[in-house]
C-alpha cells in the first residue's frame, strides 16, 4: 500500500523567508500527486496537482510553486512567504481511477 | 457549479450518544463519495466511500453512510460515540473521469464524557 512521508512536520518562518517542503511517496509508481492547505477553519483547498515528472498544474494563483524532480517525489516552494502562506499542508496521492486519497501526516507552517 | 456543503461547523454530543453528521453535494456526474477523519495535527483518513451498488454503506470504527440521491446527500452516522472518535470530519465528492476531490469544510466533532 502506499505510504507518503513529509517533512519538516513543524516549520516557523519569517515573513519574506523561502519555504521548501517536501513530500515522498513509497509502494508506487507513477503516482498522481496533489499538495492541499488547510487553513485555520477552513476546509481542504488543492493547490496544486501533477500526474508525471516535470508536469504540475497550479488550481489557485498564489506565492507558492511545486516542483517533482523525481517519479516519487513532490516539493512545495516559495521564495518569499507572507503571513497568509501559514497553514497545515498536505500532500496526497491518489488510488487509480477512483478519487480516493491517501494523505501524508502534514507540515504546519507558522509564518510571523 | 460543484460543490460539497457541510452544514455543521462545530457539533457536541455526549459519550454513547448516537451521531449523524450531514453532508450536501451538487455535482453534474455520478458522484463518488466519501468521508475522511482528521485528529488534530494529522493528516486525513478514509472513513468510508460510496462508488456504486448498496446506498448503504459501512466504514472503518463504526461509522455508516447512506448515499440519497434524491436528496443529493450523503450523511455519515455511527449508533454510540467513543470519546476517540472526537475529530474533524470531511465529506468530499469526485467521479471516474476525475482525479480531483471537491472537499466541505469540515465538521468537528467533540465528545463529551
Known amino acids: 500500500s502506499q505510504t507518503i512521508h513529509q517533512w519538516p512536520a513543524t516549520l516557523v518562518q519569517p515573513v519574506g523567508s523561502p519555504l521548501s517542503l517536501e513530500c515522498t511517496v513509497e509502494?508506487?509508481?507513477?503516482?498522481?500527486l496533489y499538495w492541499y492547505r488547510q487553513a485555520a477553519g477552513r476546509g481542504l483547498q488543492l493547490l496544486f496537482y501533477?500526474?508525471?515528472?516535470?508536469?504540475i498544474s497550479s488550481e489557485v494563483p498564489q506565492n507558492l510553486s511545486a516542483s517533482r524532480p523525481q517519479d516519487r517525489q513532490f516539493i512545495l516552494s516559495s521564495k518569499k512567504l507572507l503571513l497568509s502562506d501559514s497553514g497545515f499542508y498536505l500532500c496526497?496521492?491518489?488510488?487509480?481511477?477512483?478519487?480516493?486519497?491517501?494523505f501524508g501526516e502534514g507540515s504546519r507552517l507558522t509564518v510571523l | 457549479a460543484q460543490s460539497v456543503t457541510q452544514p455543521d461547523i462545530h457539533i457536541t454530543v455526549s459519550e454513547g450518544a448516537s451521531l449523524e453528521l450531514r453532508c450536501n453535494y451538487s455535482?453534474?456526474?455520478?458522484?463518488?463519495l466519501f468521508w475522511y477523519v482528521q485528529s488534530p495535527g494529522q493528516g486525513l483518513q478514509l472513513l468510508l466511500k460510496?462508488?456504486?451498488?448498496?446506498?448503504l454503506v459501512q466504514g472503518i470504527k463504526g461509522f455508516e453512510a447512506e448515499f440519497k440521491r434524491s436528496q443529493s446527500s450523503f450523511n455519515l452516522r455511527k449508533p454510540s460515540v467513543h470519546w476517540s472518535d472526537a475529530a474533524e470530519y470531511f465529506c468530499?465528492?469526485?467521479?471516474?473521469?476525475?482525479?480531483?476531490?471537491?472537499f466541505g469544510t469540515g465538521t468537528r466533532l467533540q465528545v463529551f464524557p
Open positions: 496526497a496521492t491518489d488510488r487509480a481511477g477512483t478519487g480516493e486519497l491517501f
Open positions: 509502494g508506487t509508481s507513477n503516482p498522481n
Open positions: 460510496y462508488f456504486s451498488g448498496d446506498t
Open positions: 455535482y453534474g456526474a455520478t458522484p463518488y
Open positions: 501533477s500526474v508525471g515528472i516535470g508536469q
Open positions: 468530499a465528492v469526485g467521479s471516474y473521469n476525475t482525479d480531483k476531490l471537491i
